[in-house]
């Protein structure tokens, strides 16, 4: 779906059976996630952190071995970005974000923004969202599937639960991968990984304290954020097309999600 990156062809030769993959369908939270991840590894490296500094790689972007003989990069497992289908990374530990479709293909309509060629073919965000709509609800069955089956290796993370539990979202992620936290590092890297915060790294272009950069600038990277935003802005048929083909696929992919709600 999103393999066919000449990076992404070189990475892929180089995957290791303990990695984990920090999956999602664009605009569903990856970044966040990573930041957040981010700022609990290198707590646990005894750095000090603050807003930015990603240290999990995408794999369409950088190539990994090389990221990973960085010293600066001290992670006790390689995890790695990733939009590809389950079937794709199926012999590996994931960590997969959903989003509300209507939430999230409006957030990638205005992210695709950027691009000048894009722009010059915009056709709209309501044909974006339908045009799109079966890739969507492509990757949602392809993890649905491998949840089924293969269970305990991937973790389900939405991103509402993400917004109305981040500490406790982000301390059963640690769980799953091993890593030994209290609440006290988890609650300082949400502190740290706030929206505002981030947004005013990406205004401000400022690539080296996010930790990565992008293609095109951050113009629209950290845009809003909201849940249920989606609703404002599209059309009341797409809505309707949306709620009807898309928003069943995630009720039933939400049903496989822990309980985050309850302190852990």
Not at 11 to 27: C, E, T
Not at 53 to 79: C, M, T
Request: proline share 5%.
């Amino acid at each position: 779906m999103f393999s066919s990156s000449y990076r992404y062809q070189i990475n892929r030769w180089y995957f290791r059976p303990s990695d984990v993959f920090i999956a999602s369908y664009p605009r569903s939270g990856n970044t966040w996630m990573r930041l957040l991840l981010s700022d609990v590894i290198r707590q646990l490296g005894g750095h000090e952190t603050e807003a930015g500094g990603n240290v999990i790689p995408d794999v369409y972007k950088v190539d990994i071995e090389d990221w990973y003989r960085n010293p600066q990069i001290d992670i006790p497992f390689r995890a790695i970005k990733t939009h590809e289908p389950y079937d794709l990374i199926s012999d590996y530990r994931i960590i997969y974000l959903f989003r509300n479709p209507k939430d999230c293909l409006c957030s990638y309509y205005y992210y695709s923004l950027r691009s000048p060629k894009f722009r010059d073919n915009n056709s709209g965000i309501d044909a974006f969202c339908l045009g799109r709509m079966e890739q969507w609800n492509a990757h949602i069955k392809s993890y649905l599937a491998g949840k089924e089956t293969a269970g305990d290796r991937i973790f389900l993370v939405s991103y509402e639960s993400m917004k109305r539990n981040p500490q406790n979202v982000l301390k059963r992620v640690c769980q799953f991968l091993g890593l030994e936290v209290t609440d006290c590092p988890c609650r300082r890297a949400v502190e740290h990984q706030e929206f505002h915060r981030l947004k005013q790294l990406a205004d401000r272009e400022d690539s080296r304290r996010l930790g990565f950069a992008e293609q095109g600038g951050f113009q629209n990277f950290f845009r809003r954020g909201r849940v249920n935003g989606g609703d404002e802005e599209l059309s009341a048929e797409t809505v309707r097309i949306l709620d009807t083909h898309s928003r069943p696929l995630y009720d039933q992919i939400k049903q496989w999600e822990a309980d985050f709600s309850r302190p852990v």
